[in-house]
């Protein structure tokens, strides 16, 4: 069974992603903050990361940049999602190495789609 790290400050959205990949079958981990989610990342790497940009501390862009540039992580796939919505703002998250980037409010079968694309079998 996957395992998905989501990172997001808002408990609302935290539920909502995390029900809606829970429904798939994939385990849940969860993170408040950008410095919880690279805690977490190395202690019990996930098979995917869903990631909000605008989260205290560090960025999701930062947290994106830093774990695409390390050779440990560099290949869980992630998924940027925020209410930045222009197309600068997904370029910049796809430039910082996402996989994906989805707008919120969140499209329950677009984020289920992008998982099933990301980790296949797996989800």
């Not at 996930?46 to 909000?52: E, G, K, N």
């Not at 960025?59 to 830093?66: A, H």
């Amino acid at each position: 069974m996957a395992t998905a790290l989501v990172v997001e400050d808002s408990l609302t959205e935290l539920k909502i992603i995390s029900n809606c990949l829970q429904q798939i079958g994939i385990d849940v981990l969860t993170a408040k903050s950008g410095e919880e989610a690279l805690e977490k990342v190395i202690s019990n790497p996930p098979d995917l990361i869903v990631l909000d940009v605008v989260l205290p501390g560090r960025s999701g862009y930062e947290v994106c940049r830093n774990l695409k540039n390390d050779s440990k992580t560099s290949k869980i796939p992630i998924v940027l999602c925020s209410t930045k919505k222009t197309e600068m703002d997904k370029f910049w998250g796809m430039r910082q190495g996402a996989d994906a980037y989805i707008h919120k409010p969140l499209d329950r079968e677009e984020l289920v789609r992008t998982v099933k694309q990301l980790i296949g079998d797996r989800a």
